[in-house]
């Protein structure tokens, strides 16, 4: 297709000089070894097509204005600039496409910009295999062959004959082809414009300087409990599905010592609203549920901070990455912060145990009404660096139909024993708690699940991919004696529940009470409503989830 286009070639290259079919040949061969590396791992559909079209398109915008270079120099130089990039975003495109087996989108675009160096190290040794690193080989030489060879006399192309007019009439379709059609979202460059546009100039999911004063819109706060002595813990697990916890139903015992933990309460069906963890804790922390329906803005811990409670996050994860992340926002207000992982630490597996000692410490101050936020590495990929050697106890092949590969069910029992150490993580913390004897509670949830060859043959979280196990997460509640007497909460174990709303149930739990907090979102509480729990752009998850089970019998 590429080669037949005889009014293109003709305005870039001079008739007389067929051999500057070089500069059509380099990006075709780009292109074609891009498409059959997609192809051989994936079936032919519509979405190839879109990206084959779309990537023979951008070259032509590449190659057009080679015509309008009036010396040997520029034209090579100008050459080799962008056939580099081109072979770069290329090599992105595709690379997603094998690893997700979906295109690249705005919003994994803007989970890459808040990722940081630790946790991207770990996603290319757990993704970056043998035929990626061939593929890119293969890219790589034919960047060498152009860059090497003495191409200055076949890459000179005189101005055309036909004028610029055609030129620029020519590029002006190109483009206009790709802004009318669905053709620009196959487009890398396109998209990491849109994403850096919604980044910076939209300021992402929230406004930051809504949560830099400590207490924020939450003026005239009351509670109706007035015992000094609380002690409340907030856990936020990572990664973490339901579907491999034996407290869940999971054929295998991952949650030994939580099962047998008294007085513990196990919401069966609560999802969260994003696959990813910045989406999913802003809203599940601030006002701004999937819906958008508030229009104010403000954090849970601003509320807490008005209601005289002394707040603490303290976190094994790193508190920002390329750029300030959501999450960091939402937490500034935060009275007292502790970070683990930082820059000096991002090449040490801190498993998070290190967190129990400054638990510890936080429990013997003497301070009222404390609530802690503990942010946890969880099970986050690379599962095998979550856990130490002793939690090392799933080493047999489960029954999967999905794969069949040793090194797939190696995966499946690394992400086993990592929740296996999460139970003793959520046990420990809860124990500790327990012999204090205050008022308290500790909520645990996960941030979103993982897919882990579950329903299809993948590993990881991705909205993009968005199978239910990656939304599909824990969520628990132990309560000790003392605050069962102090406070009335209603525990139904069965409601349908997604963690954008999870301000209002937080506020409830702490008996915070402001014209903010709307008890119809609390799964605590008597008045709670159910709505519609709506993911992956506007997809009602009940909905898919009834389709999936009539997949499976």
């Known amino acids: ?4 286009m005889n009014y293109l070639r003709d305005m870039l290259l001079n008739n007389k000089s067929k051999k500057k079919l070089i500069i059509e040949l380099l990006f075709l061969i780009s292109i074609i070894i891009s498409s059959a590396f997609e192809l051989i791992f994936s ?95 293969f890219l790589l030489l034919l960047v060498i062959i152009s860059v090497l060879a003495d191409n200055k006399k076949l890459l000179y192309v005189k101005k055309s004959a036909l004028g610029t007019k055609p030129l620029v009439l020519s590029l002006i379709i190109v483009l206009f082809v790709l802004k009318a059609t669905p053709l620009r979202h196959q487009n890398l460059p ?112 601003q509320l807490l901070n008005a209601a005289n409670h002394e707040t603490y996050w303290v976190s094994n994860q790193e508190p920002v990455g390329f750029a300030e992340t959501d999450i960091t926002k939402v937490i500034k207000a935060c009275k007292n912060k502790i970070y683990f992982s930082t820059k000096s630490s991002e090449d040490t597996r801190l498993y998070d145990d290190v967190i129990f000692d400054k638990l510890d410490e936080v429990i013997n101050k003497k301070e009222n009404n404390k609530i802690l ?41 690394e992400y086993d024993n990592a929740v296996l150490y999460n139970d003793y993580i959520v046990n420990t913390i809860i124990q500790k708690i327990k012999h204090t004897n205050n008022e308290s509670f500790v909520l645990y949830f996960s941030d979103h699940g993982e897919e882990v060859y579950h329903t299809i043959k993948f590993v990881g979280h991705n909205d993009d991919v968005g199978t239910l196990p990656m939304f599909q997460i824990p969520f628990m509640l132990w309560q000790s004696e003392t605050f069962k007497k102090n406070n009335s ?19 409830h739990l702490c008996d915070v009470s402001n014209k903010h907090v709307n008890l119809k979102k609390s799964i605590f509480s008597k008045s709670f409503k159910k709505r519609k729990r709506i993911i992956l752009n506007n997809k009602d998850y009940d909905s898919l989830y009834v389709i999936e089970n009539k997949k499976k019998n």
């Open 1 to 4: 297709m590429f080669l037949k």
């Open 43 to 137: 079936e032919f559909g519509y979405q190839r097509l879109l990206n084959f079209t779309e990537n023979i398109l951008f070259a032509l915008i590449l190659i057009i204005p080679l015509s309008f270079l009036n010396s040997k120099k520029p034209c090579f130089f100008y050459f080799n600039i962008v056939f580099v990039f081109f072979n770069i975003i290329l090599f992105f495109e595709t690379s997603y496409y094998y690893i997700f087996n979906v295109d690249i989108s705005p919003s994994a675009i803007y989970v890459l910009l808040e990722t940081n160096k630790f946790e991207t190290k770990e996603f290319l040794s757990f993704y970056l295999d043998g035929y990626i690193i061939v593929y890119g080989l």
């Open 190 to 301: 396109y998209l990491l414009l849109k994403s850096f546009y919604v980044v910076y100039y939209e300021s992402g999911v929230i406004n930051a300087s809504a949560y830099k004063s400590e207490k924020g819109i939450f003026n005239h706060t009351e509670t109706a409990n007035n015992n000094k002595k609380k002690l409340y813990v907030v856990i936020i697990g990572e990664s973490t599905t339901s579907n491999n916890m034996s407290l869940y139903g999971y054929n295998r015992k991952t949650n030994p010592l939580l099962s047998k933990q008294e007085g513990l309460s196990v919401f069966k069906d609560v999802i969260s609203p994003h696959a990813g963890t910045t989406a999913s804790i802003t809203k599940a922390f601030s006002l701004q549920d999937y819906e958008q329906s508030s229009t104010s803005q403000g954090s849970i811990i």
């Open 373 to 413: 936020f503990i942010h946890l590495q969880g099970t986050h990929i690379y599962y095998k660096n979550r856990y130490p050697e002793r939690f090392n106890v799933f080493k047999n092949n489960v029954n999967n139909k999905i794969i069949s590969k040793a090194h797939d069910f190696e995966i499946i029992n």
């Open 489 to 507: 909460i209603e525990i139904d174990l069965d409601r349908p529940y997604m963690t954008d709303d999870l301000f209002h149930s937080i506020a």
